[in-house]
């Protein structure tokens, strides 16, 4: 794993999103795995910005997302589908058809199915983002004694219920349940960019970077095991 300490949330932001300016000058027909959630909003807004002055085109680009919510309809301004075109797709011309975004109107395994197969139609991606939980989840790959290794349904963690909250007007209104990549589809992309910031990343940091032996109860130490991983830090995450 490649880490890049890097001084604040702009800091991080803007050297990830050199790498991805860079990686698409040179494939503009450039596979995507997004991520949601606080930590990769700076790389997409700087993403915009590079697409407007003509630097990188979306023109040929093709994405699939991580996860959503179960329950909620991607026109809830809750749903990753929502975050995903007020972040980034309303603002760049990547073509429609090429947008994939999970969704599972309910927790049946079918619609997990259904992600599975649009995820193997996808191919494999050249760039994953990701972000971390507090508790070192990576998509809702919860710590678990056994994890998945393909889409499924999971059981959102009380921390990570707590942690998203703050998008939420309750704790009350966050769902329970989720559509989640699994790990081996995580893995199936040529390169991982992972981004934490902030002091209550610190831990899963330090454990992603320091613990000895890989288990199931930080998924995010299962990262080590990939060849292709970048992991922009901020210093808060890095040092606490
Ligand atoms: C959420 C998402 C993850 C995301 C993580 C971190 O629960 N399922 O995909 O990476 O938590 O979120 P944030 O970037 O807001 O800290």
Do not use: W
Request: aromatic fraction near 10%; charged fraction near 30%.
């Amino acid at each position: 794993m490649k880490v890049i300490v890097c001084k604040d949330y702009e800091d991080m932001s803007k050297k990830a999103s050199e790498f991805v300016i860079n990686y698409m000058m040179e494939k503009p027909q450039i596979k995507f795995g997004f991520a949601t959630g606080s930590s990769p909003i700076g790389l997409y807004k700087n993403l915009i910005a590079a697409q407007k002055d003509g630097e990188i085109s979306f023109k040929y680009a093709k994405s699939v997302n991580l996860d959503e919510y179960v329950g909620i309809d991607p026109s809830n301004d809750q749903s990753y589908s929502y975050f995903m075109h007020k972040n980034l797709f309303d603002h760049v011309a990547i073509k429609k058809e090429n947008i994939h975004l999970p969704s599972a109107p309910e927790a049946d395994e079918k619609y997990a199915e259904k992600y599975r197969k649009e995820l193997e139609e996808f191919g494999q991606r050249d760039i994953q983002i990701l972000g971390l939980g507090v508790n070192g989840h990576i998509a809702f790959n919860e710590p678990a004694e056994k994890l998945n290794k393909y889409a499924s349904i999971v059981e959102l963690d009380q921390s990570t219920i707590e942690a998203n909250s703050r998008f939420f007007e309750n704790e009350e209104d966050v769902p329970k349940y989720a559509l989640s990549m699994g790990l081996a589809e995580i893995f199936d992309a040529k390169t991982i960019i992972v981004l934490a910031n902030g002091k209550n990343k610190h831990e899963a940091v330090k454990r992603l970077l320091n613990d000895e032996k890989i288990t199931t109860d930080l998924p995010c130490g299962l990262l080590n095991l990939h060849p292709n991983v970048y992991l922009f830090v901020d210093e808060e995450a890095y040092n606490g």
